[in-house]
């Protein structure tokens, strides 16, 4: 008999690490699977970095580190918001965390009561939707469309806001899209904001270095919402850290101090090593960004070329990250002969054994009618990866 807390139960298994350990399996057992299911740089970490993780080894981090994070990091990512977003948070207002997703639940559990309305823009981040079902919030879901760039109009986030609204979820560039709001864009939704008094905003920039039109604004950069924004951010992305599991916010004090509080006893201070390997990151020269994002926008340009040649796809080219959501609907209830698709997570199990390409369905992400590929893998496995993908649509008819 299992008794399981009916908080668990509420939960979904997170459907992009899901896809991630099926490939793994697969891969086990001797089948060539090509993964574009996972949000990882396929980068190592640059070795500037990896010497500052030695260095702090033989310096002896090896003790328990303050719960915020060490004071010198703390300090390095205030420069950080200061020279690279425009944005005033002092030490005290900056929190490292194990990774942006802790981060993002430390923020929501602080700040959302049960029954509280939390404003999430579809299509979205998997573990948004869950992270506030965990805090015992409503998720509003605001759906953005393919022809609009997955972009909602003020309108929609006016028409979303009751006297229950507590939060809303912004995320840009975007997981799962890769679409890139304009500080014009996010002006006129920053004034929606300002207009309701205890709405807050979580700005999720997990993805700011990787950006290839345009620039990258920080929603905390409209002053007159700065200080009901708390700005979510780390290395895993920019630096090819996502093993370090090192995040970050800044944020009003007093949001701080309660994430402080909160992660004081969850998990007190994070892994002492990999601090000093985010204060080596933070204190680089920013080469290894800009050869990443290069490369990421050479294979943006290269998948997103090879997807439009595949029938009944519909592409839209994502500005930043290194995601592309195809709409597949026209798949939608064809059938090999063998098996009928009648939803995107269907059509990626599909993929997934007629064509051994992991993706991810849509449904996870709020948006039914897409497939999310990530693009952070090789050319030459792009390439195959969607050769594969055309043969397995194929046969769909």
């Known amino acids: 008999m299992e008794y399981l807390s009916d908080r668990v139960k509420s939960l979904a298994v997170s459907q992009t690490l899901a896809m991630a350990q099926k490939s793994r399996e697969l891969k086990a057992k001797g089948i060539d699977i090509i993964s574009l299911s996972i949000g ?20 002896n981090y090896s003790k328990y580190p303050p ?17 690279e977003n425009g944005l005033n948070y002092s030490p005290d ?3 490292v965390s194990a990774g942006g997703k802790h981060s993002l639940i430390n ?10 309305e939390v404003i999430i823009l579809a299509p979205y981040w998997v573990s948004y939707y869950d992270q506030v079902i965990l805090a015992g919030g409503k998720p509003v879901i605001i759906s953005a469309t393919l022809e ?3 972009k909602i109009r003020p309108d929609q986030l006016e028409s979303a806001i009751t006297d229950k609204t507590r939060l809303v979820m912004f995320n840009s560039p975007s997981n799962p899209t890769g679409m890139v709001y304009t500080r014009q864009e996010m002006e006129k939704l920053a004034r929606v904001i300002e207009k309701h008094e205890g709405v807050f905003v ?6 700011e270095h990787i950006i290839f039109e345009g620039e990258h604004v920080s929603m905390a950069s409209f002053d007159f919402i700065y200080d009901r924004v708390i700005t979510v951010n780390g290395v895993s992305k920019g630096y090819a850290m996502t093993g370090w599991r090192i995040g970050f916010i800044g944020a009003p004090l007093w949001i701080a101090k309660a994430c402080n509080k909160l992660q004081g006893q969850f998990t007190s201070g994070v892994c002492s090593i990999a ?10 020269t920013g080469e290894s960004q800009k050869i990443m994002r290069d490369a990421f926008l050479r294979r943006r340009n290269l998948i997103c070329g090879l997807l439009k040649d595949v029938k009944g796809l519909k592409v839209r080219i994502p500005q930043g990250a290194f995601y592309v959501m195809p709409d597949i609907t026209w ?11 009648n939803t995107s997570d269907e059509l990626a199990l599909y993929l997934l054994d007629k064509a051994q390409v992991a993706t991810v369905g849509g449904d996870a992400f709020g948006s039914p009618e897409c497939l999310r590929i990530s693009y952070a893998t090789s050319d030459d496995l792009l390439v195959e990866a969607v050769k594969r993908i055309k043969v397995a649509l194929n046969r769909l008819s």
Do not use: H, M, W
């Not at 990882?40 to 310096?59: C, G, H, L, R, V």
């Not at 990091?73 to 020279?83: C, D, H, V, Y």
């Not at 923020?107 to 509280?116: A, E, M, T, Y």
């Not at 798949?331 to 698709?341: A, V």
């Open 40 to 59: 990882e740089p396929d980068f190592n970490t640059p070795d500037y970095i990896k010497e500052a993780a030695k260095k702090a080894i033989d310096d």
């Open 67 to 83: 719960v915020p994070g060490y004071n010198d990091l703390r300090e390095a990512i205030s420069e950080k918001f200061r020279r």
């Open 93 to 95: 207002q900056v929190i």
């Open 107 to 116: 923020v929501i559990l602080s700040i959302v009561n049960p029954g509280d």
């Open 148 to 150: 609009n760039d997955f």
């Open 202 to 207: 979580i700005s999720d920039e997990i993805y």
């Open 275 to 284: 601090q000093r390997a985010a204060l080596a990151a933070l204190q680089g």
């Open 331 to 341: 798949y939608l209830g064809k059938s090999d002969g063998e098996t009928t698709i």
